[in-house]
């Protein structure tokens, strides 16, 4: 069982950046595989990034690519996500998940989620 928690969601405009962080109280997540997860309204959830804590290996959707990035501090147990030259199509609600398996943008991969915390980029 692991809590997460999640901030740094906010309105910004096109071009604005934001930084999410996730942290996960009570337990680590070192050798876990951490991600980030987002769902506009009417769609089903999509894999935004992930990083495997125990080599650092990343994944990324081609949507993100250059723009954001994922990393891990596995002293603070805070997983993290910069997300740079926001878009309006990145609008949508943003959840840190914990999986004990594979990683990657599959959402049933993932066991444990954190509270949404909400993105929205204006014109």
Known sequence: HVPLVGSGGGSVESGGSLRLSCAASGYTTSGYCTGWFRQAPGT????????????????????????FTISQDNAKNTLYLQMNNLKPED?????????????????????????????????
């Open 44 to 67: 089903e959830p999509e894999g935004v990034a992930s990083i495997y804590t125990g080599d650092g290996n990343t994944y990324y959707a081609d949507s993100v690519k250059g723009r």
């Open 91 to 123: 609008t949508a609600m943003y959840y840190c998940a914990v999986s004990r398996s594979k990683c990657g943008g599959d959402y049933f991969e993932y066991a444990y989620w954190g509270q949404g915390t909400q993105v929205t980029v204006s014109s």
